[in-house]
Antibody
Framework: DVQLVESGGGSVQPGGSLRLSCAASGFTFSSNWMHWVRQAPGKGLVWVSRINSDGSSTIYADSVKGRFTMSRDNAKNTLYLQMTSLRAEDTAVYYC????????WGQGTLVTVSS | QAVVTQEPSLTVSPGGTVTLTCGSSTGAVTSGHYPYWFQQKPGHAPRTLIYDTNNKHSWTPARFSGSLLGGKAALTLSGAQPEDEAEYYCLLSYIGVRVFGGGTKLTVL
């Protein structure tokens, strides 16, 4: 069975940092472009970032550019999102998801930024 | 940044047909925007229904189909079932950057 399992969420003060992880199994992770998507409580989906299959190329939404860094370890089948300078508006459930025929979704991990 | 527009809400009768659309502030939606469609039910993660305009996943019910229609991406549901009541989101690609629409709340009533 395909699984994407996010972890690393939690509560953090404004200006703080968190690193999210997404462990993949059941499909060829190393061949797939991956994305992070977030959803604030009661709001719609917002695309955050994308990484290509070998990790050499990333692209970010303007709202997180310069603060978030996406990376991957294909040997560990794991995706990461390093988040710094966190703001209240970054509060959301963060999902990892694949692309194309591998557009699976994890269950999400909640990040709360509050003083 | 481009704005992707969807109908805020639609209602369909059980067994009926409904088309959800996805427009772009930059002009006509084409296959080059690689349209995706997602379904999300309350309290659950989204799931992908359609990718690259009209490709279905193994779990996508046959009653869902994707297309380009009148300059927009479209998701057509033929033979609506009560379990299709959900929020539906489209996603478009703009030379790498992806943008979600605001979502369509579909009621089956």
């Amino acid at each position: 069975d395909v699984q994407l399992v996010e972890s690393g969420g939690g509560s953090v003060q404004p200006g703080g940092s968190l690193r999210l992880s997404c462990a993949a199994s059941g499909f060829t992770f190393s061949s797939n472009w991956m994305h992070w998507v977030r959803q604030a409580p009661g709001k719609g989906l917002v695309w955050v970032s994308r990484i290509n299959s070998d990790g050499s190329s990333t692209i970010y939404a303007d709202s997180v550019k310069g603060r978030f860094t996406m990376s991957r370890d294909n040997a560990k089948n794991t995706l990461y999102l390093q988040m710094t300078s966190l703001r209240a508006e970054d509060t959301a459930v963060y999902y990892c998801t694949g692309s194309g025929s591998s557009a699976y979704w994890g269950q999400g991990t909640l990040v709360t930024v509050s003083s | 940044q481009a704005v992707v527009t969807q109908e805020p809400s639609l209602t369909v009768s059980p067994g009926g047909t409904v088309t959800l659309t996805c427009g772009s502030s930059t002009g006509a939606v084409t296959s080059g925007h690689y349209p995706y469609w997602f379904q999300q039910k309350p309290g659950h993660a989204p799931r992908t229904l359609i990718y690259d305009t009209n490709n279905k996943h193994s779990w996508t019910p046959a009653r869902f189909s994707g297309s380009l229609l009148g300059g927009k991406a479209a998701l057509t549901l033929s033979g609506a079932q009560p379990e299709d009541e959900a929020e539906y989101y489209c996603l478009l690609s703009y030379i790498g950057v992806r943008v979600f629409g605001g979502g369509t709340k579909l009621t089956v009533l």
